[in-house]
């Protein structure tokens, strides 16, 4: 049976400060947490130069986006002050841009101020908020005067209290419905760049998450880039009774079916896998199918 949404093209370039990005291929975001408590302890860096390590660790494995966070949004975490915030990423983007100046970087924040003074100031490249201004009713407006491609992720409640018993009649319609309405508020303040992302475990039980990946397809009839963010997440570690060090293999596997499924873009811990991933389901694909007699 043919999936929702499998004949929709998905769009082949985003721009970012008047620079052209191919977004054809699918290609791999590493995180970079500069963080104290994110929920995977060896994605967190604190000093300036494991940041640019990491930042080199991510493009010499062939990550294509480099994703900074400073805020960290596991479920039940504490939002630290914009000042901290600011702090910390600073830091980190005058850390890679001073020695990757050419480096794609998307910021991960929810706050205006924050993507504002990221933008002007260090020259990131993309933003990606968690909340879909939801958290900062200025974001929106802010993305349209910057001019930076924008992650649009669903999310149901806030960090703080969005796994406390999710519910939800029909996911898919009710996310579908939820980055409708967005994008039509995007695209009515002159925003087309934007990247869509269902939020896998954000206000999602573990069933709502293996829902969606299996129905990502869906998501295409956007006909935008989508990213999913599955790497090391407990709907891997929970259901197979283990840990997020040990999820690396379920990863691989969540990743190549997000691909099959129409993943634009993986945002990963575990970049060398990731890019693998890709190549390995490149090959597979290229390859002709058996003509039965």
Not at 208 to 237: C, D, Q
Request: proline share 3%.
């Amino acid at each position: 049976m043919e999936q929702i949404g499998s004949h929709f093209k998905q769009r082949q370039t985003i721009t970012s400060n008047g620079k052209i990005i191919s977004i054809a291929k699918p290609m791999v975001m590493g995180i970079v947490n500069v963080t104290n408590d994110s929920f995977f302890s060896a994605s967190r860096f604190r000093f300036g130069y494991t940041i640019a390590r990491r930042a080199e660790q991510i493009l010499s494995e062939g990550g294509a986006i480099i994703d900074v966070g400073a805020c960290s949004t596991r479920p039940g975490a504490m939002v630290v002050s914009e000042e901290l915030e600011l702090k910390r990423l600073s830091k980190s983007l005058n850390a890679i841009k001073k020695k990757f100046p050419e480096a794609i970087v998307s910021v991960d924040t929810f706050r205006a101020n924050v993507a504002r003074k990221m933008v002007e100031d260090f020259g990131a490249n993309i933003i990606n908020d968690i909340s879909a201004g939801e958290m900062d009713a200025k974001m929106f407006e802010t993305i349209a005067e910057l001019k930076v491609p924008y992650i649009l992720m669903h999310m149901k409640g806030t960090p703080d209290n969005m796994q406390q018993n999710p519910t939800y009649n029909n996911v898919i319609k009710e996310i579908f419905i939820y980055f409708n309405e967005k994008i039509e508020k995007l695209k009515r303040l002159g925003v087309n760049d934007i990247i869509i992302d269902p939020g896998f475990g954000f206000g999602k039980t573990i069933e709502h998450n293996y829902t969606i990946l299996k129905n990502l397809n869906a998501f295409r009839l956007f006909e935008l880039p989508i990213l999913a963010g599955v790497s090391r997440k407990s709907m891997i570690y929970k259901s197979l009774n283990t840990n997020p060090e040990k999820a690396l293999n379920g990863t691989s596997v969540l990743n190549t079916i997000a691909l099959n499924n129409g993943a634009t873009i993986l945002r990963v811990h575990d970049v060398k896998e990731a890019v693998e991933t890709i190549k390995l389901l490149e090959l597979t694909q290229k390859q002709p199918d058996f003509q039965y007699l």
